[in-house]
């Protein structure tokens, strides 16, 4: 626990043993302009800016039928 207050890190959790901190990626296009498809989406939480509004709404949604995202930040 020591390692993690040590860090410098504003927000840290302790996970099996082992220091996480959060962080977010920019996802970029495949060069063959299908808008990332070949992406994992599921492997952690999708930050949705402007989530609770209309548009967000339904990209929030694609995004859990369609590409099976399991954790949203709207």
Same mark, same amino acid.
């Given at each position: 626990m020591v390692a993690a207050l040590a860090s410098g890190e504003p927000? !840290? %959790?302790v %996970? &099996? &043993?082992g220091v *996480? @901190?959060?962080r =977010? !990626?920019?996802? @970029?296009p $495949? +060069? $063959?302009g299908d808008g990332g498809a070949g992406l994992e989406w599921g *492997? /952690?939480?999708?930050l949705v800016t &402007? /989530?609770? /509004?209309?548009l967000g709404r339904v990209v +929030? *949604?694609? =995004?859990v039928v369609e590409r099976g995202v399991r954790e949203l930040l709207l």
């Amino acid at each position: 626990m020591v390692a993690a207050l040590a860090s410098g890190e504003p927000e !840290a %959790v302790v %996970v &099996g &043993g082992g220091v *996480r @901190v959060p962080r =977010l !990626a920019r996802v @970029v296009p $495949d +060069a $063959d302009g299908d808008g990332g498809a070949g992406l994992e989406w599921g *492997r /952690g939480p999708v930050l949705v800016t &402007g /989530g609770t /509004g209309g548009l967000g709404r339904v990209v +929030a *949604r694609h =995004l859990v039928v369609e590409r099976g995202v399991r954790e949203l930040l709207l």
